[in-house]
């Protein structure tokens, strides 16, 4: 950990924190929890990453992403796993490492589709509140803070305009995108649309969470009002 880094003993009560991260496709939610988690000495824990592993799984079996029935059966006998590594959060289906097989966008579009079913949903908050129960984490996803862990001490909800996420999203497919920057944000807006339109667990800023607008803002700004939500939270518990 660097000099610049903060860790909390576990005496310290703040070492029981929950940051809960929501917001839409593209926003920046992992590099900012990963970022989050190192500088305040933190366990990340990735949700988005659970629904790519389960949708990979589900991929595999060849099932329907739309039949909750199927989908609710695979659930049952699936085991998905988070460790931290150095850079990233290693995630484990079934004991298999399948880090580098959930962040292309045939996974993620199934993801997408899987994470509107209300078994699923329930299926993995149950595994979320699991994870994080001890507290001394940041959770990313789209329901943290209104769902599985309304309680949490510190809520962010990170947004942008979708022509920016957008951009963001195809700036990071590499030399050779498989699709135009008008696709993906064509994409994009549909994954907006099901998010925010689902029956259960709708995406949606929780009443106490602090708006974080990163349209105009570097990377380096957003990092940088993160922190300081966080550390004045941290704060205030500590008097």
Request: proline share 7%; charged share 30%; aromatic share 4%.
């Given at each position: 950990m660097s000099a610049d880094e903060t860790s909390f003993s576990s005496a310290d009560p703040t070492s029981k924190i929950i940051v809960a991260i929501d917001g839409p496709a593209g926003a920046g939610k992992s590099t900012i929890a990963r970022h989050l988690a190192r500088h305040f000495g933190l366990l990340n824990l990735e949700t988005g990453a659970m629904y790519r592993a389960f949708a990979l799984k589900a991929l595999r079996a060849a099932l329907p992403l739309d039949e909750s029935r199927g989908l609710e059966s695979l659930a049952a006998e699936t085991a998905i796993r988070l460790e931290s590594g150095e850079e990233e959060n290693h995630v484990l289906l079934d004991g298999e490492d399948v880090t580098g097989l959930i962040r292309n966008q045939t996974?993620?579009?199934?993801?997408?589709?899987?994470?509107?079913?209300?078994?699923?949903?329930?299926?993995?908050?149950?595994?979320?509140?699991?994870?994080?129960?001890?507290?001394?984490?940041?959770?990313?996803?789209?329901?943290?803070?209104?769902?599985?862990?309304?309680?949490?001490?510190?809520?962010?909800?990170?947004?942008?305009?979708?022509?920016?996420?957008?951009?963001?999203?195809?700036?990071?497919?590499?030399?050779?995108?498989?699709?135009?920057?008008?696709?993906?944000?064509?994409?994009?807006?549909?994954?907006?649309?099901?998010?925010?339109?689902?029956?259960?667990?709708?995406?949606?800023?929780?009443?106490?969470?602090?708006?974080?607008?990163?349209?105009?803002?570097?990377?380096?700004?957003?990092?940088?009002?993160?922190?300081?939500?966080?550390?004045?939270?941290?704060?205030?518990l500590a008097n």
């Open positions: 996974v993620t579009d199934a993801a997408s589709r899987v994470s509107v079913l209300p078994a699923i949903r329930a299926w993995m908050v149950r595994l979320q509140q699991q994870m994080g129960a001890g507290g001394g984490v940041v959770m990313e996803g789209r329901d943290i803070g209104t769902v599985v862990f309304p309680q949490a001490e510190v809520k962010i909800f990170l947004d942008a305009a979708p022509e920016v996420r957008g951009m963001r999203r195809y700036d990071q497919m590499g030399p050779e995108p498989a699709q135009q920057p008008d696709e993906v944000i064509r994409d994009l807006r549909a994954r907006d649309e099901r998010d925010r339109n689902r029956a259960d667990s709708p995406l949606k800023p929780a009443p106490d969470a602090v708006l974080l607008d990163t349209t105009h803002l570097t990377l380096e700004e957003v990092v940088a009002a993160a922190e300081a939500i966080v550390a004045a939270r941290l704060v205030r």
